[in-house]
């Protein structure tokens, strides 16, 4: 049985609004989970309500500073504290902040852009007429950007 | 005016077998606040996925904990297979169903033998480790192994069960039903047991849903939420009711995992009873090009595998959120304002997995 998951791209700049919008509707915030991309982070914030799957997607470049939704959801302080200490991405006004705390690991920030090598994807067989193949990774990276 | 304290709570501690810490502040007996720190044995499973091959990875994912070892390597193939759309045979999504039953059964009885040494009363902690055994027996019987069960994979699972065993593992469950309400009335009815559990690390509805509460934890505070309600693996043909409770304090959670217990029985009987025949895998081509959040109830409440793969057969993201994570902030709350001798028992009637917050 496969569920319905919706993944909406929205702007930093409108993200607290947006969240604070499912907080009215009476969704519950599932989890922050954030993915190093090759230049960026993809952070994604994932609600319920009545098991309606949503996903919230904002990308970050990688000195780029993200606001907290600690204050719209008490829970998520954990969910950003984890993603400052494994990810290395600053979180502004977190409710609980443990500035770096709250994980210990012998190398910093682990998952950040500079410690994480990603896998290629598969190499696509050249075209007849000597083109580069067109990869997913460089397809879907940081929308907006491209250009 | 009371004097402030600040007591040390773990990493080591008798009531907690695996590492976790709270720096208790305390002003005389009472509790005002708890700071939780973690970490002290991550493994950095995650990102394994970028150095092992996705088929290969299902042995890492069922070493994530070893009470809900199934279930996370469940969860990670679903993912894989939803990417895919892999096609899992009906047999396969009953297996799986009747192993994560058994899971759930075991890490529960188990549960309920650590809540009872918590609270002093060793001889039910004793008993309850050994009806968890008839279970394990089970598991070895049925996979080769106790405890890793490394049965599940993309595309299936490695082992059958015949109608005989299959026959046999339900009329050893209904011996096993019998134990099992001697041990709950104990649990129920004690006087020392209630006394002990009652009205202490109260949590309500509200703060339940706003804290992000899952499991048994969310149950107890009246909140049906239950993942297997999704009808993943073979739950669509299954009566899953979740199991709720409304006091919302640690006898409550107690109750909700006493239930379930029974609930995980009946499940059993039901999927051995429509366990059809056919093959129990299929083979799998390519490699996962897309991303998908499995979501799976674990003993402990909602766990989510996030895979994320680009073609390639070494993907690229794999995370992991385990409840015990998600009722971390739940857990600070309760903690505040409750007495220093309840503590042990407030933190275990979450049932913390720390093995699986330190994937």
Request: hydrophobic letters at 40%; glycine letters at 6%.
């Amino acid at each position: 049985m496969s569920e319905l998951q919706d993944i909406v791209h929205v702007e930093k700049r409108d993200l607290v609004g947006i969240v604070a919008q499912f907080f009215a509707e009476g969704y519950r915030l599932v989890q922050v989970g954030c993915s190093t991309l090759p230049s960026a982070y993809e952070l994604t914030y994932s609600f319920d309500r009545e098991y309606r799957f949503k996903n919230l997607r904002t990308t970050l470049a990688a000195d780029e500073e993200v606001p907290s939704i600690s204050v719209i959801y008490p829970n998520a302080f954990l969910y950003e504290n984890e993603i400052h200490d494994l990810f290395g991405v600053v979180i502004t006004h977190i409710a609980v902040d443990y500035r770096g705390t709250l994980y210990r690991t012998a190398l910093s920030t682990p998952f950040s852009i500079s410690n994480v090598k990603l896998p290629e994807p598969p190499k696509q067989k050249v075209t007849a007429s000597g083109e580069k193949p067109v990869t997913v990774r460089e397809q879907s990276e940081v929308p907006g950007k491209q250009e | 005016m009371a004097h402030k304290n600040i007591i040390p709570f773990g990493p080591q501690h008798p009531v907690l077998p695996e590492p976790i810490h709270f720096d208790l502040v305390t002003e005389d007996e009472k509790v005002i606040d708890a700071i939780p720190s973690i970490s002290y044995v991550h493994r950095g499973l995650e990102r394994l996925i970028e150095k092992r091959d996705f088929l290969d990875f299902t042995y890492v994912a069922d070493r994530i904990c070893g009470l809900c070892s199934f279930m996370h390597c469940m969860g990670y193939c679903q993912a894989v297979e939803k990417i895919m759309g892999i096609e899992v045979p009906e047999r396969a999504l009953f297996l799986r169903s009747i192993w994560a039953e058994l899971s759930r059964l075991h890490s529960h009885i188990f549960w309920l033998g650590v809540a009872a040494d918590a609270f002093g009363f060793e001889s039910l902690f004793m008993q309850a480790l050994r009806l968890r055994e008839s279970v394990l027996n089970i598991f070895e019987e049925t996979t080769g192994a106790r405890v890793i069960l490394g049965v599940c994979k993309v595309g299936g699972v490695r082992r059958d069960i015949d109608a005989d065993s299959l026959k046999g593992i339900v009329n050893r469950l209904d011996t096993l039903k019998v134990s099992l309400e001697e041990l709950s009335n104990v649990f129920i009815n004690d006087y020392s047991v209630r006394h002990r559990l009652s009205g202490v690390g109260f949590i309500s509805r509200e703060d339940a849903y706003t804290l992000g509460c899952v499991g048994p934890m969310a149950r107890a505070s009246g909140l049906s939420i239950d993942m297997r309600t999704l009808g993943y693996a073979a739950y669509k043909y299954l009566d899953v009711e979740p199991v709720v409770e409304s006091a919302g304090d640690c006898y409550a959670r107690c109750l909700v995992r006493i239930r379930e217990n029974f609930q995980s029985i009946d499940l059993i009987r039901q999927a051995a009873g429509k366990l059809p025949e056919g093959s129990i895998d299929v083979k799998v081509m390519g490699a996962p090009n897309g991303e998908y959040y499995s979501r799976v109830e674990q003993p402990r409440g909602e766990v989510i595998h996030y895979v994320k793969g680009n073609g390639a057969k070494f993907l690229q993201r794999f995370r992991v959120r385990v409840p015990t994570f998600s009722n971390i902030p739940a857990m600070i709350k309760v903690l505040k304002g409750s007495e220093v001798a309840d503590v042990p028992n407030i933190i275990l009637t979450l049932d913390p997995c720390i093995s699986c917050t330190e994937r």
